[in-house]
């Protein structure tokens, strides 16, 4: 065979797959874009048309006022698709986000697999990530190093548990990314028996809710803009990460600041955050997920987005396999990781 | 080890000295002999492994993880114990707690053709967090926000005992302090301390509050803006304190050498005006030996030091501190000659005929290394701390200058959401704003909220956590004097700059301009 993928063109500003005549994941408004999942560096606002799973549909009519039921764009559950120019596209589940996808491109007989951002580790508030055989296996590399071992989950929410319980009067105030990372803090949370309310920021109450809706039991959930500062002490309460030292977190009872990321494993990281409490609890891959993805699937080639694409760029050179980086802008890794 | 990784962890993410403290004391109550000794002796960077260096780390990774796959991740984290404990595989199976008293009497004994292994198989033994410590335990650098002072007082602290005996008994013993324990839990006398070079707790000074005081009852001595050090020479050995008691002698060579009498001072470090002979030069000069662990000649031969003495509290196996000062004054004026003229002379006693004649003095000073006036009680012994009425600090009154807000910066811990370090400037002739210091104090909680305020409405750009503001705003600011920098663009630097006031009457126009602060300069 000839040079592989070919029939697909990545650009700084996200892969435009021809014979489609559509985007993946663009960075900028396109007339037609397949997108993997809702974070706002993959789900822009002003396509034309949009192609992703009902979910992320969903939170992209939450987030820009797109009306996912437009006529023009399309939503697909997991394995389902739709083909376009000769090219076949179906959606698996990527473990990162609700509604996060792999997206498979079937064309002339090879096969190509975006990732978007993806995770394998058990995850209460999505689906898990599912090995998709393929030629070409575009992953993602944000913790493309072997510094990054996220330790088990239940470990982490063993610490936030254990440090409320600690300072009865004081409350923990655990950044977290409004889509995704707070849900799943919750629902982690739930799982571990803790069922006193759940205090959150405004801006993340919209997203729980649709988190409900789509089926994920999040408990009772109170806003801190309609609590009282002593009911708060003792209490968890949420956060996004850029509220920790607003003045927002003055409502607070002597907040312990947590931040729940994968950024959190380095501890000058987290203290240049003011971090007093880090948790490591990510919704990416860490190392071992990212390599362990890369030889299970075995693809002829991977190319590698954004992250640390050095860091995976080495591991396959080493292990012989094919491998090149793609240089994709617009990739706000701090915030979400 | 699993104990210890976690106190530091916790250290590292914990910004009020309180809790740090709490933690402290909490881990020396709950931690057998000799770990929680060690632990302390880490802490506070007491511990010196001479074989083993952070090279030895390197070449060690090498040998477990790709060079390439380490570059890049050292690259990343910064700093290479922490990279190496991450990177480290784990070993296979559970493993049984590794002592931290195995792990100090372990790289204590290595060499440097076995460094890298014994190092080895302790990283085998731990888990990441483990690792990280075992690897600051080793190579220094914790960076953990403890110092001397504050492991004394979490001491104090934790086995009920007086600090200032702590203080005392801290030098005078080696870690991993066992005495020390058994005479804090109370199974032991104290330790006797003949014939160590142990550091004495400070006499301190209160600020003169009064308006004035009876020179009959107070002698005074000018206030010299150096720093405070206590020399010690017992059982053959000179080692030289700064105030909070860590020891500083490693930064002093010459004034180690030079100290060859059996017998504790107290005086102020100073640094010479014009190279050799000269008067004492400012604090800036001073600076340039501070801090250093190891000096080079030219620093020696550009920044010479000596010590102008103001008391003695032992000489000759005697301790004098029980004695009035007038005693030790005696015999202080009948020592110094003892020693070196070129490092150490006699901080003068000032000859004022009443109160008025000295604060006449005093207003009249202009020498660039007086900082005020001391006054000391005639009849008082030389007791540790801070005692009402025996010493005052009578300081010169602060120098002020109208300057105009340009950054503003978060504070830490508790003012972590309040933008409260402030940068201000004064005019150039060419009519430009040029920075001339940065301060963080000297207004209230209510000051803080309005400034705070002020900077969030009137943001120009953001630089990270730095915001740039609208040059509207005039901060009066009071500082105790001002010198010559390289460092700064306008070409001066302030010593304790704070905000004296708001003034928000004040146009950023008529804030006062570079040329009159340089007529300021000492």
């Known amino acids: 065979m000839a040079k592989a993928g070919t029939w697909i063109e990545p650009h700084p500003h996200g892969i435009y797959v021809r014979p489609a005549d559509l985007w993946i994941d663009p960075s900028r408004p396109v007339p037609r874009a397949a997108v993997t999942h809702g974070h706002a560096d993959h789900a822009r606002s002003g396509h034309g048309a949009v192609f992703a799973t009902s979910e992320t549909l969903a939170i992209m009519a939450l987030r820009y006022g797109v009306d996912a039921g437009a006529s023009d764009n399309a939503a697909f559950a997991y394995g389902d698709g739709f083909e376009r120019g000769g090219a076949r596209f179906s959606f698996h589940p990527a473990g990162h986000v609700l509604g996060s996808a792999q997206i498979l491109m079937e064309y002339r007989g090879e096969r190509i697999v975006v990732t978007g951002d993806y995770k394998r580790r058990a995850d209460p508030t999505c689906a898990r990530f599912e090995v998709v055989p393929c030629d070409i296996f575009v992953t993602e590399a944000t913790f493309g190093l072997p510094v990054f071992r996220h330790p088990p989950t239940a470990d982490e929410i063993a610490k936030l548990i254990g440090a409320v319980r600690a300072e009865p009067e004081r409350s923990v105030l655990v950044g977290a990314y409004a889509l995704g990372k707070a849900q799943r803090v919750i629902a982690e949370l739930r799982g571990a028996g803790w069922d006193a309310p759940i205090y959150i920021h405004g801006a993340l109450e919209k ?131 | 080890m699993r104990r210890f990784a976690a106190l530091i962890d916790r250290l590292i993410y914990t910004r009020s000295r309180n809790s740090k403290l709490a933690l402290i004391v909490d881990y020396l109550r709950h931690t057998p002999d000799p770990d929680r000794g060690w632990a302390i002796a ?92 075992l690897l600051k335990l080793a190579l220094g650098g914790m960076r953990v926000g403890v110092s001397a002072r504050l492991a004394k007082q979490a001491f104090a602290q934790a086995f009920d005992v007086p600090v200032d005996d702590v203080e005392e008994l801290w030098y005078a013993i080696p870690p991993p302090y066992a005495p020390l324990f058994a005479w804090g839990e109370g199974r032991a006398e104290r330790p006797d301390l003949a014939d160590v070079a142990f550091f004495r707790p400070f006499m301190l000074a209160h600020p003169l509050e009064e308006d004035s005081v009876d020179l009959a009852d107070y002698a005074a001595e000018w206030k010299w803006d150096g720093i405070r050090v206590q020399i010690v020479r017992g059982g053959s050995e000179t080692r030289i304190y700064s105030r909070g008691g860590e020891e500083i002698s490693g930064a002093f060579p010459e004034l180690v050498a030079a100290f060859d009498q059996e017998a504790v001072i107290d005086g102020e470090l100073l640094v010479r005006g014009e190279v050799q002979g000269g008067e004492a030069a400012s604090f800036n000069a001073l600076q340039q030996r501070l801090g250093r662990k190891t000096v080079t000649k030219k620093m020696l031969a550009d920044y010479p030091a000596f010590v102008r003495v103001y008391d003695l509290l032992a000489v000759d196996g005697n301790d004098l501190r029980s004695l009035p000062w007038t005693e030790r004054r005696r015999q202080l004026e009948a020592f110094v000659p003892r020693l070196a003229a070129s490092h150490f002379d006699l901080s003068q006693v000032i000859d004022a005929s009443d109160f008025d004649d000295l604060a006449e003095r005093r207003a009249g000073a202009r020498d660039a290394a007086i900082e005020g006036v001391m006054l000391k009680r005639r009849d008082a012994p030389y007791v540790a701390g801070r005692r009402a009425g025996l010493w005052y600090k009578w300081k010169r009154d602060p120098l002020t200058a109208d300057c105009v807000m340009m950054y503003a910066q978060r504070g830490n811990g508790r003012r972590a959401s309040f933008y409260s370090d402030y940068t201000f400037g004064c005019w150039s002739d060419a009519g430009e704003l040029l920075p001339v210091g940065k301060a963080y104090s000297g207004f209230t909680d209510e000051e803080l909220k309005w400034l705070d305020k002020f900077v969030r409405d009137n943001t120009l750009n953001r630089f990270g956590p730095v915001r740039e503001v609208e040059k509207s705003l005039v901060l009066e600011v009071a500082f105790d004097s001002i010198h010559a920098s390289k460092r700064h663009k306008s070409g001066l630097a302030m010593r304790f700059p704070r905000i004296s006031r708001i003034r928000r009457d004040k146009p950023a126009e008529e804030a006062d301009r570079i040329a009159s602060l340089q007529a300021m300069v000492t």
């Open chain 1, 207 to 337: 997203m729980c809710q649709l988190y409900a809706v789509h089926g994920v039991d999040l408990g009772e959930l109170r806003l801190v803009s309609e609590a009282d500062k002593a009911e708060m002490a003792g209490q968890i309460v949420l956060a996004p990460p850029s509220a920790l030292n607003d003045r927002w977190s003055r409502r607070l009872p002597d907040p312990v600041t947590a931040m729940a990321s994968g950024w959190m494993r380095v501890r000058q990281r987290a203290r240049q955050r003011m971090v007093e409490l880090p948790l490591v609890i990510s919704d990416h891959a860490d190392w071992d997920e990212l390599t362990t993805t890369i030889s299970e699937v075995n693809p002829k080639e991977s190319w590698i987005t954004h992250g640390s694409e050095d860091g995976l760029l080495r591991w396959c050179e080493l292990t012989q396999r094919k491998a090149r980086a793609l240089h994709l802008v617009g990739r706000d890794l701090e915030e979400e990781a």
């Open chain 2, 42 to 133: 880490a802490l506070t960077e007491s511990l010196d492994f001479p074989a083993v260096k952070a090279g030895t780390v390197r070449t060690l990774l090498a040998t477990r993880v790709d060079e390439e796959l380490f570059r890049l991740s050292r690259h990343f984290v910064g700093d290479t114990a922490e990279t190496a404990a991450l990177l480290w595989p784990d070993a296979p199976g559970k493993k049984a707690d590794l002592s931290v008293a195995e792990a100090v009497d372990a790289l204590a004994s290595a060499t440097r053709s076995d460094a890298a292994a014994i190092v080895a198989s302790l990283l085998d033994r731990l888990d990441a967090d483990g690792r990280y410590a």
